[in-house]
């Protein structure tokens, strides 16, 4: 007798929620991950005149970087007699961006100079240079959106060009928010049409924040996921700050190499004098 085909009853698939579908077909303005960073370059030691100098592109940010000194501080009267002033200037070339900007500082220069020297002053040991100074100057030549956090890893891989002495490179990322999507690396366009926009500066070796600043509204859920997303596109930006440095003096940092064992150098033997010499 033959056997009746038997059939499997397979469970209807539940159709996809239109939540769900735009959810899965939704992809940032530029086509990246939201996790994803923009195409990142660092060189040093690019300005022969400078101390220490740095170049960064950002994406479109093309960003330049100079270090002068320690120096003697002027005004004298600025001096602090226990530790080094760091001072840093941020300006923006009036051709950086469309429309042409003026070339005068405005408030804008003036608060992210600031957001700037907070955000470097804790890993530079300034207590070694006491009246005197160091300044950092960036000048934007490109803009493309967030140039406050390009500008800050210009200025630590310039402060090390320039032989400063530091505790960590301090590496800067921004997370923000745009159709209730968390988003790493804002570009020109996700800032500004953002919900939100929240850029820190982190020290990876010491696990230690440096700047935290926000605009727009997070939930706290949406601050703690946005705080851990900045810090692992920091830790990625921290590795290109090395190898830039690595790059330029062309040796390896000790914890990139295995250290030599130590070995006591064995004693000569003395040649044994014959029988009747004295």
Request: glycine share 6%; charged share 35%; with cysteine.
């Amino acid at each position: 007798m033959s056997k009746k085909p038997t059939t499997k009853k397979t469970a209807a698939r539940k159709p996809r929620s239109k939540k769900a579908e735009k959810a899965a077909s939704w992809k940032r303005n530029d086509g990246r991950a939201f996790d994803e960073l923009r195409t990142l370059k660092i060189e040093s030691g690019v300005l022969p005149n400078a101390d220490g100098s740095a170049y960064i592109e950002m994406g479109r940010n093309k960003i330049l970087c100079g270090v002068f000194g320690p120096r003697e501080m002027h005004p004298k009267h600025q001096a602090r007699p226990n530790e080094a002033v760091l001072r840093c200037r941020y300006h923006m070339a009036p051709f950086s961006v469309d429309p042409r900007r003026s070339p005068a500082p405005s408030r804008r220069d003036q608060e992210i100079s600031m957001v700037m020297r907070s955000a470097l002053e804790p890993a530079v040991f300034l207590e070694r240079y006491p009246r005197a100074s160091i300044d950092v100057y960036i000048e934007v030549l490109e803009a493309d959106g967030g140039t406050r956090c390009a500008s800050i890893n210009a200025a630590a891989v310039a402060l090390v060009d320039a032989g400063i002495p530091m505790k960590d490179l301090v590496a800067s990322c921004a997370v923000g928010k745009i159709e209730d999507k968390l988003i790493v690396d804002l570009g020109d366009y996700e800032d500004k049409k953002g919900q939100s926009d929240m850029p820190i500066a982190y020290m990876p070796k010491l696990n230690k924040v440096t700047l935290l600043q926000m605009d727009g509204t997070l939930s706290t859920d949406e601050a703690e996921k946005a705080l851990n997303l900045a810090i692992e596109g920091c830790k990625k930006v921290y590795e290109i700050q090395r190898e830039a440095l690595k790059k330029k003096y062309g040796i390896d940092q000790p914890q990139d190499k295995p250290q030599k064992e130590y070995q006591p150098e064995e004693p000569e033997e003395e040649p044994q004098k014959e029988e009747g010499q004295q």
